[in-house]
């Protein structure tokens, strides 16, 4: 096992009329490769919680219930993994949460050399609303997109993405609910709604542009999508239109779908293995990207 640093709390943003976002770094224990091999690999974290809630270093009370430690594993695999606040949406609606995601990127890259990262190497990974924002930082890095989000300096590109049971298209997120749905984007005052300030079905335009389907391009990073068959907060569905339009794109995607496997990989046994090859399927992933730089 690779001994870990953790530091805690960083400030990385600051935006108008907002607290501090702080990120958590966690760091292997050795010092990382020297100038000659650029560094170690890296992955920012967004955690989920709906927009509304949840908090960085979190994969949720569900997956953090089983003990499997998803970072943890990450640094024992060679990578720094950055996890970072966002603004939420009792503070602002959207775009400011892609706008907090997109500084967290600029701010690691900045840092690269001080952590011994590799800069080139710089990997966005997040579960439910933060592969939302993991998703969307893959399709507009770099980008005026969504419009007015190019309001700085500095490079937001990652080289992959890994989104867990991601929304990827709020305008037809309600329709896809299941029969057996716990939450519906439809529904009142929905996260979905408190993401866009308005009801999606009232609101297509606003819905679109907080889409990460709306952004889908040749050109975009690599995508790796793991959704549950019986995601009864997020529709599978969600997962595989945005593989079906990055494939069309000609974007290199893979798409893995665990059956049975409710939000936060609950299964009907209580069993934690959904978890399990979620997580190192996103090693291996993961893995596979830094090996191709």
Known sequence: MTVLRIQRGI????PQNAVPLLLDLYLPGTPGEGPDQGGRPAVIHFHGGGWRMGERSSLGPGVDGFGLSPIEQLVDAGFVVASADYRLTDVATFPAQLLDARAAVRWLRAHAAHYGVDPRRIYAWGDSAGGHLA???GLTGGSSQ??????HDGDDQVAAVVAWYPPTDLERMGEQARTDAIARADDPGSREALLIGAQPAAAPDKARAASPLTYVHPGVPPFLLIH????????VEQSTSLAAALEGAGAAVELLLLEDADHMWQLPD???SAAGQATAATIDFLCRQAKQH
């Open 11 to 14: 400030e990385f943003a600051r």
């Open 270 to 272: 209580g069993g934690s």
């Open 146 to 151: 969504p419009a007015g989000t190019l309001d």
């Open 135 to 137: 998703a969307l930082v």
């Open 228 to 235: 549950g068959t019986a995601d009864r907060f997020v529709p």
